[in-house]
């Protein structure tokens, strides 16, 4: 399982309703209502916070310095592949491009997509990256724990550095469902472990 890397510091400043560089409002680059789209279809809204989505979301946004929401590293896309595999039908797909090419955001960034996500009225929030637990990342963690107590489902990778991943955010957050990697058996696993881990996927 590849990881994303959350860098930076606090979440202060930050405003809504979120503006890209242009000062274009993200909330009116989407048209339509995804959420009623979504309800009214009788699927679940999966809000994919990752490097962006080359073809495979319902909608996208950005909330990077980067001009626009398309996926430079291949990562989002690739979890995008995942979602509709497994999900078929069934979902649609909100992409918010929170991290670069290198697979690395500020914790300003997430913080931005999460609030996104759960103003768009995601039911599910996928967060493939993980990082150290710090003070910094108060108000991150505070905010997932909103979501997870408002009834979303928030998935998150544990890491792949073979460590407890008891010290990472956000799957050490509790409700956060975590995934680590596995080798082909499940017998060993490769990325990190501990208590939040809830599932093994061979990678």
Not at 82 to 100: M, N, P, Q, T
Request: charged share 20%; glycine share 10%.
């Amino acid at each position: 399982m590849t990881d994303s890397v959350l860098t930076g510091s606090s979440q202060e400043g930050i405003s809504f309703p979120l503006q890209d560089s242009h000062g274009h409002v993200f909330r009116e680059t989407d048209p339509f209502s995804l959420k009623e789209r979504a309800v009214s279809e009788g699927k679940k809204l999966v809000a994919l916070i990752d490097t962006g989505v080359n073809g495979l979301a319902d909608a996208s946004v950005n909330v990077t310095d980067a001009d626009s929401a398309y996926d430079d590293s291949g990562h989002g896309t690739w979890m995008a592949s995942l979602i509709r595999e497994y999900g078929g039908d069934s979902v649609l797909i909100l992409s918010v491009k929170a991290f670069d090419g290198n697979g690395r955001a500020a914790l300003t960034n997430v913080y931005a997509a999460v609030k996104y996500a759960m103003e768009a009225g995601a039911d599910i929030i996928s967060i493939s990256a993980s990082a150290d637990d710090s003070p910094n990342a108060a108000a991150l963690k505070q905010l997932i724990a909103q979501a997870v107590s408002e009834g979303i489902t928030v998935v998150a990778s544990a890491g792949n550095g073979g460590t407890d991943a008891s010290g990472k955010i956000p799957v050490n957050i509790d409700g956060v469902t975590g995934v680590s990697s596995c080798d082909e058996t499940a017998s060993h696993i490769t990325g990190n472990y501990g208590s939040p881990v809830d599932y093994l996927v061979p990678a």
